[in-house]
Nanobody, 122 residues
Framework: QVQLVESGGGLVQAGGSLRLSCAAS????????MGWYRQAPGKQRELVAS???????NYASSVKGRFTISRDNDKNTVTLQMNSLRAEDTAVYYC????????????????WGQGTQVTVSS
């Protein structure tokens, strides 16, 4: 069984910062890309940032220059540092990872965390 557990959400004023963390655990063979998505009320889930195992990062244009994604391959963790937060960043943030489980190492699938609420007050 593979699990992703997020932490670090909360309430912050506009212009402030938050740091989200996600830890993958369980019967993991390897982890390919990891990323963060978000879903605001009434909107579709969207990609915020992703990072390959080698450290190549990709960002949504709306967060570029404000958010930084990083990962620790030894600890199976991914972190999203969010600075200069805006009211429009308010959403539930989900961690996702493309994982090869030990039970089926020949193929991978996406796993998701339970989500963490980020609320930015203006």
């Amino acid at each position: 069984q593979v699990q992703l557990v997020e932490s670090g959400g909360g309430l912050v004023q506009a212009g402030g910062s938050l740091r989200l963390s996600c830890a993958a655990s369980g019967s993991i063979f390897s982890i390919n890309s990891m990323g963060w998505y978000r879903q605001a009320p009434g909107k579709q889930r969207e990609l915020v940032a992703s990072i390959t195992r080698g450290g190549l990062a990709n960002y949504a244009s709306s967060v570029k220059g404000r958010f930084t994604i990083s990962r620790d391959n030894d600890k199976n963790t991914v972190t999203l540092q969010m600075n200069s937060l805006r009211a429009e960043d308010t959403a539930v943030y989900y961690c996702s990872a493309d994982i090869r489980a030990k039970i089926i190492p020949s193929s991978s699938r996406d796993y998701w965390g339970q989500g963490t609420q980020v609320t930015v007050s203006s």
